[in-house]
């Protein structure tokens, strides 16, 4: 068994005490490094044993000059920002009674279900959280018309916007949009625009026909769909709903301060016959560069 079925055998039995586990907490923060789309879209900010901390965000876009003889050389200062992040909790869980544990007798895996499924919980909850603040951070927003349609060129467009709002704002930056997260069903209209350029044939039959092979099993159509549009990669997201964020991954521009421990404990509640696990986790993205990010709307 993995810690995770194991933990879920053994219930504590002392009413009302809690136990940590940190082997099952190891694997459900390894769970939510593998199994989230944009966590790679992140840099990590560790935040082990506080709830707050002030960082210090240093920008330089400057550029050399040109002197003559022995003039005196100019010197360009980083700009510095100083700011505190403040970690929220995240939390989920479970409990069965000990009639569902009998009916239940025959499936061996059976609250190891439970566990994951609690585990897909917080990282639906950690993606919204994070997509929820690449929207609140977005500088350029493109709003289609009811009569219009998601396709290339309102991609192409947003992201030049970006690109010359973010070179010509107050904070002058040289930025190159990258990725592009959208929900499924704007890829699927995205896929009816002629301009649209599919990657080799072996992903179109992956990802369009959801299947391997004639006869296999059906793929996932969220994540990386391994192919791009207007030079970006595309990321499909379920979290997402009539909205599309383009953002630049190059410049550190998010960050999610954690805790690198979720706290995972289990007790024994006599009183309604139930064993109850929580699943606790500290966190906090942040929008650290906003002109790195752009929306496109319906």
């Excluded at 391997?212 to 030079?231: H, I, M």
Aim: proline share 6%; hydrophobic share 35%.
């Amino acid at each position: 068994m993995n810690p995770i079925e194991d933990f879920a055998q053994a219930p504590q039995r002392d009413p009302g005490y809690y136990t940590h586990n940190n082997e099952v907490a190891d694997q459900v923060f390894k769970f939510l490094e593998e199994h989230s789309p944009v966590r790679e879209l992140t840099t990590p900010k560790p935040m082990v044993n506080v709830l707050s901390k002030t960082y210090i965000v240093e920008h330089d876009e400057g550029t050399a000059y040109q002197v003559v003889g022995n003039a005196e050389v100019p010197r360009a200062e980083d700009v510095s920002t100083q700011f505190t992040v403040y970690l929220h909790r995240n939390a989920t869980g479970y409990k069965i009674d000990d009639d569902q544990r009998r009916i239940n007798s025959d499936d061996p895996q059976y609250e190891a279900k439970k566990m994951k499924r609690a585990m897909e919980r917080l990282l639906e909850k950690e993606n919204k959280d994070i997509l929820d603040v690449m929207l609140r951070g977005a500088q350029t927003i493109t709003t289609i018309p009811a009569s219009g349609a998601f396709d290339v060129e309102t991609i192409s467009d947003t992201a030049a916007q970006m690109v010359v709002r973010a070179r010509n704002g107050n904070r002058p930056m040289k930025i190159q949009p990258d990725v592009i997260l959208m929900p499924y069903e704007m890829f699927v209209e995205l896929q009816k625009d002629p301009k649209f350029q599919y990657v080799p044939e072996i992903y179109q039959h992956i990802l369009l026909q959801a299947k391997l092979q004639e006869g296999g099993n059906r793929g996932f159509t969220y994540g990386d769909t391994g192919q791009q549009v207007a030079g970006l990669r595309i990321i499909t997201m379920n979290e997402l709903s009539n909205t599309a964020i383009i953002m630049d991954s190059t410049k550190e521009a998010l960050w999610l301060a954690e805790d690198q421990q979720p706290k995972v404990t289990k007790y024994r509640d006599d009183e309604h016959i139930t064993d109850i696990v929580d699943i606790r986790h500290d966190e906090q993205p942040v929008c650290v560069f906003p002109e790195c990010f752009g929306a496109i709307k319906k």
